[in-house]
């Protein structure tokens, strides 16, 4: 019954691989969030989506897609990697973009790329 | 100017002492403050938020908001080597949409 959920929880790959993250909450949350954390644990926001819209994309490379098939799941496309997008991505929701909560956050994937 | 500051520490006290952890942030409409809790490896845990200014007490732990100095704070009150984590400090961003903005973290460190 975990609330957000991310698959995988580890990834290695080579550069130039192309490699999906996959995100599922049941916490019924509207919103939904990539974040990147990079090796000084520097947390920093990726995309959001309400409702299955992208309402926020911060300067992300275009190789990076996101995409929400549904408000209760969003997966995370990377194309070309890069020994740079090796970090910790963490998917995270909440009810709404009002903050009134804060966020809940998934365990993360931790990806690799060599 | 980062939106979000925190000294990065390690800030170390001794198992019964309190922790004091301090957050600077740039945005004066900012509204709402978290504090979260991120043990290595894992993934950050939402402790406390506060919105208005003053002290919240949940246990342990108080939150302190000083929206005139763009100051927020957390003391942890009788630490324990289990308090041994990075705390992130959260601040919203409004940028048309509400976004939550992260510190870059202050690593606690509690010895017996």
């Known amino acids: 019954d975990t609330a957000v959920s991310q698959t995988p929880k580890y990834l290695v790959t080579q550069m130039g691989n192309d490699k999906s993250i996959k995100c599922e909450q049941n916490?019924?949350?509207?919103?939904m969030y990539w974040y990147k954390q990079d090796s000084k644990k520097f947390l920093k926001i990726m995309f959001s989506?309400?409702?299955?819209?992208?309402?926020i994309n911060e300067t992300v490379p275009n190789r990076f897609s996101p995409k929400s098939p549904d408000k209760a799941h969003l997966n995370l496309h990377i194309n070309s990697l890069e020994l740079g997008d090796s970090a910790v991505y963490f998917c995270?929701?909440?009810?709404?973009?009002?903050?009134?909560?804060?966020?809940?956050f998934g365990s993360g994937t931790r990806l690799t790329v060599v | 100017q980062k939106e979000v500051e925190q000294n990065s520490g390690p800030l170390s006290v001794p198992e019964g002492a309190i922790a004091s952890l301090n957050c600077t942030y740039s945005?004066?409409?900012?509204?709402?403050f978290f504090w979260y809790r991120q043990y290595s490896g894992k993934s950050p845990e939402l402790i406390m938020f506060?919105?208005?200014?003053g002290d919240k007490e949940d246990g342990r732990f108080t939150a302190q908001l000083n929206k005139a100095s763009q100051y927020v704070s957390l003391l942890i009150r009788d630490s324990q080597p289990s308090d041994s984590a990075t705390y992130l400090c959260?601040?919203?961003?409004?940028?048309?949409?509400?976004?939550?903005?992260f510190g870059t973290g202050t690593r606690l460190l509690v010895s017996p």
């Open positions: 989506y309400n409702n299955k819209e992208l309402i």
């Open positions: 916490l019924g949350h509207d919103t």
């Open positions: 995270a929701s909440s009810q709404g973009t009002a903050l009134g909560y804060g966020y809940t």
């Open positions: 506060i919105y208005s200014n």
């Open positions: 945005d004066r409409g900012s509204q709402s």
């Open positions: 959260a601040v919203n961003i409004n940028t048309g949409f509400q976004k939550l903005v």
